[in-house]
């Protein structure tokens, strides 16, 4: 396993998680400005990378992640050449997250975990340091690959119950970042029907299928539309204190960092406020 004690990174309790494949300087100073410590970038991000270092500069110590570069769409040598441009400019600021993304949706989606080490070979081969990486895992054998090639894993559409399981098994050393996903609406018809046009998406892939299985749901729980009890298990909803107190329930459980995900649209109108909300009940620093 890679010393972890000089890797684990600092992006603070809480952090921003948008679908949106860039962030606009803007939105990467409100959200600092809110005092979250990270703003993960989802939707698999281009090799290229080119929105990180505009909201960087427009920054002072937000963290920019990608959650997750996907292996079959950003060639190793190209995101190397990113990561190194970042690094140059703004360096410890940028969190390298990559990710076999799902075999549903990839032609080319054959040997996922042997094509995942093949990438970080090139990505060591680039002298991109396992302390700036982390991985997309849910299963034993990718987060003990997390464990041994990255700084730590960034699993998605998971549970606390989950985040024990995977604390326990990479050991204490190891960065653990969970996203969950959060509505806020005391309105638990409302939050459930959100949460369930976000989660069904995902129920016919195979990789969070078989994680939910794995962590004690069953077959009618992950069938299409998804129960009640997983969305409820997935989706935190309710007054900000009460989805801050879920979200805490990841840091009780041993994530160093949890990645919100608001629900219902991801424009600045409906994320920003969201997120002013939850700060206030999360306890974060604000700067203005």
Known sequence: MT???????DLGRFGAWL???????????????????????????????????????????LQLATGIVNIWSAPAPAVAQSFERIENAYPGRFLLGVGVGHRELTEEYVKPFDALVGYLDELDAAMVPTSRRVLAALGPRVLRLAAERSAGAHP??????????????????????????????TDRDEARAIGRRYVELNLGLSNYVNNWLRSGFTQDDVRKPGSNKLIDAVVAYGTPE???????????????????????????????????????????????
């Open 156 to 185: 998605y559409l998971t549970t606390p119950e989950h985040t024990a399981k995977a604390r326990e098994l990479v050991g204490n050393l190891v960065f653990l970042a969970p996203e969950h996903k959060v509505v806020l609406t």
């Open 19 to 61: 679908p949106t494949r860039s962030v606009t300087p803007e939105v990467a100073a409100a959200i600092e400005s809110l005092g979250y410590g990270a703003a993960w970038i989802g939707g698999s991000p281009d090799a290229d990378l080119t929105w990180v270092e505009p909201a960087l500069q427009q920054t002072t110590s």
């Open 242 to 288: 009460a989805i801050a107190a879920r979200l805490n329930e990841h840091c009780e459980a041993g994530a160093d960092h949890v990645a919100i995900q608001v629900l219902g649209g991801w424009n600045e109108e409906t994320l920003l406020p969201a997120l002013t909300e939850l700060a206030g009940a999360l306890g974060l620093d604000r700067t203005n």
């Open 3 to 9: 010393d972890a004690v000089s890797l684990k990174p």
